[in-house]
T-cell receptor, first 115, second 118 residues
């Protein structure tokens, strides 16, 4: 079945630094990728949607200059949290879709802790 | 705008009991998908089922069953003879496929924490 590999699974960084999270679709071409954030004991909230070769579309309230999303190829999307602060500590999950009507394949998530 | 409501925040049952997790959705699209996911403590989302809006047939998979009723905009999930390993957070989700501004975006409900005691 479809697999999305997400790395790293855990990362601890210092406040003010940047962190990059990668999502790769291993056996299919992900025309669309989605990035979610999940705070403890809360639901998954969509941050942004990206289509290969296009700029990401951010949800209301998500700072595009802080959460940089790149979807340069059909198999790779990255989320960079710039100038991270403790309040950015969260669980970040990516999801990929092969095309219209296709299912969603989720990565295993990245637990970010900013100290 | 699409919305998914899981009114049960937490449910606690004893092993072998049956349990139903409720899900109510809102959408203006006539074409949409409904999903259920399981999220164990590890955090990874485990896909359970996808149902399209044109297929109201109920589905059974082992101890799991789903009841989809468009008339009440509900997509409930029942676990029969629950087991300790069923303990997790369960999410219901909706994606609109009609081509509007929310096209393809997966909206999650708040989640239901299920605890099954031995």
């Amino acid at each position: 079945g479809a697999v999305v590999s997400q790395h790293p699974s855990r990362v601890i960084c210092k406040s003010g630094t940047s962190v990059k999270i990668e999502c790769r679709s291993l056996d299919f071409q992900a025309t669309t990728m989605f990035w979610y954030r999940q705070f403890p004991k809360q639901s998954l909230m969509l941050m942004a949607t990206s289509n290969e070769g296009s700029k990401a579309t951010y949800e209301q309230g998500v700072e595009k200059d802080k959460f940089l999303i790149n979807h340069a190829s059909l198999t790779l999307s990255t989320l960079t949290v710039t100038s991270a602060h403790p309040e950015d500590s969260s669980f970040y999950i990516c999801s990929a879709r092969e095309g219209q009507g296709a299912g969603y394949t989720f990565g295993s998530g990245t637990r970010l802790t900013v100290v | 705008a699409q919305k998914v409501t899981q009114a049960q925040t937490e449910i606690s049952v004893v092993e072998k009991e049956d349990v139903t997790l409720d899900c109510v959705y809102e959408t203006r699209d006539t074409t949409y998908y409904l999903f259920w996911y399981k999220q164990p403590p590890s955090g990874e989302l485990v896909f359970l089922i996808r149902r399209n809006s044109f297929d109201e047939q109920n589905e059974i998979s082992g101890r799991y069953s789903w009841n989809f009723q468009k008339s009440t905009s509900s997509f409930n999930f029942t676990i029969t003879a629950s087991q300790v390993v069923d303990s997790a957070v369960y999410f219901c989700a909706l994606s609109e496929e009609g081509g509007g501004t929310s096209y393809g975006k997966l909206t999650f409900g708040q989640g239901t924490i299920l605890t099954v005691h031995p």
